[in-house]
């Protein structure tokens, strides 16, 4: 994960300074292993003590996906979710009726890599894998 200096100085980059509450949002986003809403965002940094308000993290995070710092999907309940970018390539499976995320491990994609970069001449740095599916519960299973 990127250190607070280093997000300081990407939104300086872009114009903007580390604001207390782009902290807390940052920081709320950092402790997190799964894609959070805005609502979901706001709790955990009052949590951990900050004050801010609702608008204040639906703009943050509107301009922190504009920058690449945060990444951002959109679901079938109509919400978007967001987990940083700063924390390298990552593995998600999403369920699209209860939007509950998990990271989970493995990345034997090396192949997939050299198929994709040798047909279209890209030349792969990094990768976010979203899978999505019926979680436990959702399936009745649980």
């Known amino acids: 994960m990127h250190s607070q200096k280093k997000l300081s100085k990407q939104l300086r980059r872009h114009g903007y300074r580390l604001t207390q509450q782009r902290r807390a949002i940052l920081q709320a986003l950092a402790q997190s292993h799964e894609y959070l809403t805005s609502a979901d965002i706001l709790d955990r940094a009052k949590a951990l003590g900050f004050d801010l308000g609702l608008t204040t993290v639906y703009r943050t995070m509107d301009a922190l996906a504009d920058l690449g710092l945060v990444k951002r ?26 939007s509950r995320t998990v990271e989970f491990e493995g990345c034997d994609l090396g192949f997939l890599f050299q198929q994709v970069s040798q047909s279209t001449g890209f030349a792969i740095q990094d990768h976010w894998l979203e899978l999505f599916g019926r979680c436990p519960q959702c399936q009745g299973v649980g």
């Open 73 to 98: 999907i959109h679901l079938e309940d109509g919400c978007h979710r967001y987990a940083l970018a700063s924390q390298g390539h990552r593995h998600y499976v999403v369920c699209p009726d209860c």
